[in-house]
């Protein structure tokens, strides 16, 4: 009876975590590119923080061979591209206006952000 109030706790605790406490990892860009790598069901990293009005390249490196994996759209800025197999994808982002652009897979199960700052 104990391990199951503590399964419970325990359950509780992730639950709490993963809801309200955990916080995405973000990175900036603040020259040149930077690589994203899809692999285990997500982007890593999954947050990515730019300058307004300053073109920017980020690169795609598809490690996962789930075919939800195959494709990245960012909608906001009409950008649709296959990401191959163990290969690296290219997507070059014009000068953006400050605010937020969420890119995902095709099926949204994939979901990272770019806040335009």
Not at 47 to 75: G, W, Y
């Amino acid at each position: 009876m104990l391990w199951i109030n503590l399964t419970g706790i325990v359950l509780i605790a992730l639950i709490i975590w993963w809801f309200w406490l955990y916080k995405e990892q973000s990175i900036r860009i603040a020259e040149g590119s930077l690589e994203i790598l899809v692999k285990d069901g997500i982007y890593q990293p999954s947050h990515i923080k730019i300058r307004a009005n300053e073109e920017r390249q980020i690169v795609f490196r598809r490690a996962d061979a789930t075919p939800c994996a195959e494709m990245l759209s960012i909608p906001e800025l009409d950008i649709s591209e296959r990401l191959p197999l163990n290969k690296k994808t290219v997507i070059s982002l014009p000068g953006l206006p400050a605010g937020e652009y969420a890119f995902h897979c095709q099926m949204q199960m994939y979901k990272g952000k770019i806040t335009v700052q």
